[in-house]
């Protein structure tokens, strides 16, 4: 499949996800390792925008960050 292609379904899987509670995992390098709990709050063309549970901050992400597993999402089950 194509990149371009894997993007565009890894986009409309989390548009699906909007609203939702959702567990982040983020890996920056180096044994850098970040999981937070937080909620997707909007997507745009490339970019999608967590809002975490602990903050009031928001984090955005690019769909080829989790093409790319830099960013792994676990959708809450309610």
Do not use: A, P
């Amino acid at each position: 499949m194509k990149k371009i292609e894997q993007l565009s379904t890894i986009k409309k899987e989390i548009e699906s996800h909007v609203g939702e509670k959702v567990m982040l995992k983020d890996i920056g390098g180096r044994r850098k390792v970040f999981i937070k709990d937080g909620i997707i709050e909007n997507t745009y063309s490339s970019i999608f925008v967590v809002r975490l549970n602990d903050s009031h901050r928001r984090i955005s992400y690019s769909y080829s960050d989790v093409l790319t597993k830099t960013v792994q999402l676990e959708y809450s089950v309610s």
